[in-house]
C-alpha cells in the first residue's frame, strides 16, 4: 500500500510540475490573468485545480509519514478511504477542466 501511495504522490507532483511549466509557458506568451476573459478564467479554474491537488499531496504526505512511524504501522484505512474518494474527484474533474480551457 505504501508504495502504490508514494507512486500516486509522484504522479501528483508530476502534474504540478507539468502545469508549471506551462503556466511559465503562457505567461511567456502574453496570456496573463488581466489579459482577458480567457486568461483570468483558466488561471482561476487550473489554479484552484493546481491548489486541490497540493491540498492531496500534503494530505498524502501526512498519510504516508504514518506508515513510516515503525515496521508494524499500517495507515489508518479510513483516512486512506477518504484520501482515495477525494483524489478521485480531483483526478477525474481534470478531464473537464482540460476540456474546457484547452479545447473549448
Do not use: C, K
Not at 490573468?33 to 483558466?42: D, E, K, M, R, V
Not at 487550473?46 to 504526505?61: I, Y
Not at 504501522?73 to 477525494?86: D, E
Amino acid at each position: 500500500l505504501g508504495r502504490s501511495l508514494a507512486l500516486t504522490g509522484l504522479l501528483g507532483a508530476t502534474f504540478l510540475a507539468v502545469q508549471g511549466y506551462e503556466w511559465i509557458r503562457l505567461l511567456t506568451f502574453g496570456l496573463t490573468a488581466p489579459s482577458g476573459i480567457y486568461g483570468g478564467t483558466f488561471y482561476t479554474l487550473v489554479g484552484a485545480h493546481a491548489v486541490h491537488v497540493l491540498g492531496a499531496l500534503v494530505w498524502l504526505s501526512i498519510i504516508l509519514m504514518g506508515t513510516r512511524s515503525g515496521p508494524s504501522a499500517t495507515p489508518n484505512q479510513s483516512r486512506v478511504l477518504v484520501f482515495g474518494m477525494y483524489w478521485y474527484f480531483v483526478v477525474g474533474l481534470w478531464p473537464i477542466l482540460y476540456t474546457l480551457v484547452y479545447l473549448a
